[in-house]
């Protein structure tokens, strides 16, 4: 998030470990006070001006929010962040929430059946999705991950790497770094 925000003024993180309830359960929660979504994505996808919304929908989508050469980002970003971070959500029965400009998304907690296929449109997924009258400078995300749900999560990673369109160019695994 942090790489794309464009923020001087850092980050807000916090994350809680529900250790007495389930300590497999914890909820991580960002915010930075940078330029949101909609003007950072607007350099290389010109449709994100259109409203935060819009916005928020696009950087959802797997591909979209990797580097640009010469813009930003670093060639081993795949580009996948949002979207492997709601597919993690969805898979283990969390949440996941963004909030940028004026607009918020939030992926509605998935049932154990509707856990097993992830959308690479997030707008096909159960979700909530507003448009507020105050805007939030930057973007904010949260979500809770239920480690409970998931036992093996290097096949699970492999699972959402084939969720991934590749239309026009080769399988690739993601980096995370």
Known sequence: MLEHSGSTQGAYVSAHNFARANPRRVAIG???C??????????AHPEAQESDRRALQLALEPGVTGAVPGVYGTPDNAGAGLFITRAIAKGTGGYFLIYSGNACYRLRRASVQAQTHLFTDALRDRHDLWTFGNEWQGTVVALEIRMDRIVDFDSYFGWI??????PDRPPRKIRFT
């Open 34 to 43: 940078g330029m949101g979504i909609a003007a950072h994505l607007s350099r």
């Open 30 to 32: 960002v915010a930075d």
């Open 161 to 166: 790497r084939e969720q991934m369109p590749a």
